[in-house]
């Protein structure tokens, strides 16, 4: 059982940025890989980005490539979300999901469980 909780979520200008984390409870964190999903308004929820259990693997979605970064302290049992160069679409709910499948998977089907979410909005 895990359970996650996400934080560092709030209102930016476009073009600046935020760091979300997402504290996880549990002494198996390390066994699982960790993602992250959002869900506008109106919209399903979509991926984000993942990363392995080990942290030498992501994946990202193409809207977020080169300027979000997925990293994770096993340590800390904690990963994080670090989103540059924030544009009004990505205003959402973010959530923070844990997978014991294998690492890569962009479907919210493949991820165990998950955190309440953090709202981020993006004023242009």
């Known amino acids: 059982q895990v359970q996650l909780v996400e934080s560092g979520g709030g209102l930016v200008q476009a073009g600046g940025s935020l760091r979300l984390s997402c504290a996880a409870s549990g002494r198996t964190f390390n066994f699982y890989n960790m993602g992250w999903f959002r869900q506008a308004p109106g919209k399903e929820r979509e991926f984000v980005a993942t990363?392995?259990?080990?942290?030498?693997?992501?994946r990202y979605a193409d809207s977020v490539k080169g300027r979000f970064t997925i990293s994770r302290d096993n340590a800390k049992n904690t990963v994080y979300l670090q989103m540059n160069s924030l544009k009004p679409e990505d205003t959402a709910v973010y959530y923070c999901?844990?997978?014991?499948?294998?690492?890569?998977?962009?479907?919210?089907?493949?991820?165990?469980?998950w955190g309440q979410g953090t709202q981020v909005t993006v004023s242009s």
């Open positions: 990363i392995s259990w080990s942290g030498t693997s992501t």
């Open positions: 999901a844990a997978s014991n499948c294998g690492f890569g998977s962009t479907s919210s089907l493949n991820y165990n469980y």
